[in-house]
């Protein structure tokens, strides 16, 4: 037998990029990453769903699916319903559900549904990197509206819609994360809301709806989503368990009208999210959800509160920021002498890693000199040393802060 190992590489098809590194392990002071704090993921419950629902069903699952069909566990589908009519004013059937693997599937389901390449979406100037990524890869154009303290302008959504109508460009959505946003943590008030739906359906394009962060809110009860303000059925939503429970279980839902449902359905070829995650959530969300999430959200807002003081105190003036509606991330703007791309790399020696703002966004010149950093899988010291750190690497390189 030849020694010569075989060679994959003839065999892809063009244009498939490996991964972009193997994984060496997290970094001392991590800012990045969507993950939960690791205190906060509530371990008896989730044991104690895992008992009970094991004894009680635990043989369904020699059955694909659970004897659910295949949009995932009916007791979930149901928690859910009441979920979204308690916290999000949504409207819902079991039926109109669909059980994803994370709401990153959601994305990616719902791009196959609608997109090819050469089409043009509408998308938040900042963005989600997922989302862009995603969108780049197919060769879809994403076109950024500014945003401000209110989520996406929607002065700036009328303009670009019909610039591109006038061009004969029908956008295949607008993407959006209304509550809490990523990365500006703005919450849409429900004024923008109708008129982002009033704009829609002048222009017949949908409304795709990322509610990642709903739950992660903290001050006054959230504003309804916008698939329940709408009259028309034009919205597809997309939400997750990973922010308010924990990301690993890979769990997220879709709700859409059976049209665009059905096409999805047939796109979910894994045979079912898995089965266990779905069978104890839904046991520890139906009686514990409701109490569990203003815990995090307490926990949650005093991590931000932390960064936000351990930013004043190392950086001074240099770094600006809005305090955030809530979520697990600050959007903050350093001076444009900083080059955030060479930050990272810079702070990456130093043990600290960051979110380079043009990696989220769209407007890369304007993203330059931000950053994301997110706060709820550090501990508090690991908070402000991390910030201590990345300050002195900013005072390095870039002679900032002074
Ligand atoms: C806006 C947004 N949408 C979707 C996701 C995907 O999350 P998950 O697949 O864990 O539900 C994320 C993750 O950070 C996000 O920020």
């Given at each position: 037998m030849s020694s010569t190992p075989f060679d994959f590489a003839p065999l892809f098809p063009p244009g498939l990029p490996p991964a972009a590194a193997r994984w060496t392990g997290r970094v001392k002071f991590d800012f990045t990453g969507g993950n939960n704090d690791p205190d906060r993921v509530p371990l008896e419950?989730?044991?104690?769903?895992?008992?009970?629902?094991?004894?009680?069903?635990?043989?369904?699952?020699?059955?694909?699916?659970?004897?659910?069909?295949?949009?995932?566990?009916?007791?979930?589908?149901?928690?859910?319903?009441?979920k979204l009519k308690t916290d999000a004013a949504i409207e819902c059937s079991a039926d109109d559900i669909l059980i994803t693997s994370g709401s990153l599937q959601g994305l990616d389901l719902v791009n196959r549904a609608l997109l090819a390449a050469g089409d043009t979406v509408i998308i938040e100037e900042d963005c989600y990197?997922?989302?862009?990524?995603?969108?780049?890869?197919?060769?879809?154009?994403?076109?950024?509206?500014?945003?401000?303290?209110?989520?996406?302008?929607?002065?700036?959504?009328?303009?670009?819609?019909?610039?591109?109508?006038?061009?004969?460009?029908?956008?295949?959505?607008?993407?959006?994360?209304?509550t809490v946003q990523n990365p500006t943590a703005t919450i849409m008030p429900v004024a923008r809301r109708l008129e982002m739906l009033r704009l829609a359906e002048q222009y017949g394009v949908p409304i795709f709806e990322d509610d990642c962060y709903c739950d992660l809110v903290w001050g006054d009860k959230r504003p309804p989503a916008i698939h329940a303000l709408?009259?028309?059925?034009?919205?597809?939503?997309?939400?997750?368990?990973s922010k308010c429970i924990a990301p690993a279980l890979r769990l997220?839902?879709?709700?859409?009208?059976?049209?665009?449902?059905?096409?999805?359905?047939?796109?979910?070829?894994?045979?079912?999210?898995?089965?266990?995650?779905?069978?104890?959530l839904a046991e520890y969300a139906s009686a514990h959800f409701f109490k569990h999430v203003p815990v995090l959200c307490q926990t949650l807002r005093s991590k931000a509160d932390t960064l936000m003081s351990s930013l004043r105190q190392s950086f001074g003036d240099?770094?600006?920021?809005?305090?955030?509606?809530?979520?697990?991330?600050?959007?903050?703007?350093?001076?444009?002498?900083?080059?955030?791309?060479?930050?990272?790399?810079?702070?990456?020696?130093?043990?600290?890693?960051?979110?380079?703002?043009?990696?989220?966004?769209?407007?890369?010149?304007?993203?330059?000199?931000?950053?994301?950093?997110?706060?709820?899988?550090?501990?508090?010291?690991?908070?402000?040393?991390?910030?201590?750190?990345?300050?002195?690497?900013?005072?390095?390189?870039?002679?900032?802060?002074?």
């Open positions: 419950g989730l044991i104690a769903a895992a008992n009970s629902v094991l004894k009680r069903e635990g043989r369904t699952l020699a059955t694909y699916g659970l004897n659910s069909g295949p949009q995932g566990y009916l007791p979930l589908r149901e928690f859910l319903v009441t990197q997922g989302s862009i990524n995603r969108l780049t890869k197919l060769g879809v154009t994403p076109i950024g509206i500014p945003l401000d303290g209110d989520g996406m302008r929607m002065d700036a959504l009328a303009t670009v819609l019909a610039e591109l109508a006038a061009k004969g460009i029908r956008p295949k959505y607008i993407y959006t994360v209304p709408s009259k028309t059925d034009n919205v597809i939503h997309i939400g997750s368990f997220g839902y879709l709700v859409a009208p059976w049209g665009v449902l059905s096409r999805i359905l047939a796109l979910k070829t894994d045979a079912g999210s898995g089965a266990l995650e779905q069978m104890v240099a770094a600006q920021f809005d305090d955030p509606k809530g979520g697990i991330f600050l959007w903050v703007k350093l001076p444009d002498a900083v080059d955030t791309m060479k930050l990272y790399q810079a702070a990456l020696s130093a043990g600290v890693c960051i979110n380079p703002g043009p990696e989220w966004s769209v407007n890369k010149t304007r993203a330059k000199s931000r950053l994301r950093l997110c706060f709820a899988s550090s501990s508090h010291e690991e908070i402000q040393q991390g910030v201590a750190a990345l300050a002195d690497v900013c005072r390095r390189e870039f002679g900032v802060p002074k």
